[in-house]
């Protein structure tokens, strides 16, 4: 018996969905943009297997989205904790300056960190 077509529509819909600031976006590298001074416009929470995790998006990139490390998640997670719903309104619009990079851990493992504001 087949589903019907509504019902299928509806189904395949949760496959195709991702956070909103995914949709009509590319994955972007984050290797690509190591080291830069970024403005971050942007940014949700998803759900993965291993916990939360943040999806960002920078101005002047209308094309991709970028997925955050354990870390990056964690400071943004902080960082919306701090935050009321109008002053993140206020850095949706103005944007907040950021850079990311990598070092080293004491496994000898590259990890990826941000810094918000690193001009000042």
Do not use: C, W
């Not at 949709?23 to 291993?50: A, C, H, P, S, W």
């Amino acid at each position: 018996m087949a589903i019907r077509k509504e019902l299928f529509n509806k189904i395949k819909e949760i496959s195709n969905s991702g956070l909103e600031i995914m949709k009509g976006r590319d994955k972007g590298d984050i290797q690509e943009i190591l080291n830069d001074t970024l403005t971050v416009t942007n940014y949700e929470f998803g759900k993965g297997e291993q916990g939360d995790y943040v999806v960002f998006i920078i101005k002047d990139n209308d094309t991709e989205f970028f997925f955050g490390s354990s870390v990056v998640t964690e400071n943004f997670l902080a960082l919306d904790n701090l935050l009321n719903e109008e002053e993140k309104i206020e850095i949706f619009n103005t944007g907040i300056s950021m850079s990311i990079h990598q070092k080293k851990s004491k496994n000898n493992r590259n990890y990826t960190y941000n810094v918000f504001f690193p001009n000042n």
